[in-house]
């Protein structure tokens, strides 16, 4: 596999090599959640929990906790764009947490627990301030909303035991 200059990725598929598939990361709280979340929709392929958009080099979940790294805990989905779409990927990522929350979801808070959508390229920055605006005007929350929408980072991929943890467990989603 291997990135091309658009930032997709080539794999071998049953239809063979020149089958494309597509990156997207998200912030919206407690990896697990939203991982479980991604996981669940026709299309994607891959979902992996880590740690972007901060300051350090390689963090551990440990560092992260300290509030001191400036990432957030994120999902990397790899998808079929054939099968679902970049605005149907944002459309899970709004429907699966409260964006008008600064750094924090539900108990969980700090900035790593903050709504981000870290665009890879400019056709996803535009449709994430697309989804934003229109979720803003639709008038369904009272509060503004403070998702950054912010171009993808270093992605440090979470601890073996973070990936795929709610499914691991029998669990369909976190206590929110």
Not at 30 to 54: D, L, M, N, P, S
Request: hydrophobic share 30%; charged share 25%.
């Amino acid at each position: 596999m291997g990135l091309t200059e658009t930032g997709l990725m080539g794999v071998r598929g049953e239809e063979g090599v020149g089958h494309r598939m597509e990156k997207a990361t998200f912030a919206a709280g407690c990896f697990w959640g939203v991982e479980a979340a991604f996981r669940q929709v026709k299309g994607v392929k891959t979902t992996t929990v880590g740690y972007t958009g901060g300051i350090m080099k390689d963090p551990t979940y440990k560092d992260v906790c300290t509030d001191r790294t400036g990432h957030a805990e994120a999902v990397e989905v790899e998808y079929d764009p054939t099968q679902v779409s970049y605005d149907d990927l944002l459309s899970v990522f709004w429907q699966n947490h409260d964006p008008t929350q600064l750094n924090r979801q539900g108990l969980d808070y700090g900035t790593q627990y903050r709504s981000a959508i870290f665009f890879h390229d400019p056709q996803q920055e535009a449709a994430a301030r697309a989804s934003r605006e229109k979720l803003e005007s639709s008038g369904k929350y009272k509060r503004p909303i403070v998702t950054q929408i912010v171009p993808a980072a270093e992605f440090y991929r979470a601890e073996d035991y973070h990936q795929q943890y709610l499914e691991k467990r029998g669990l369909a989603h976190c206590h929110l």
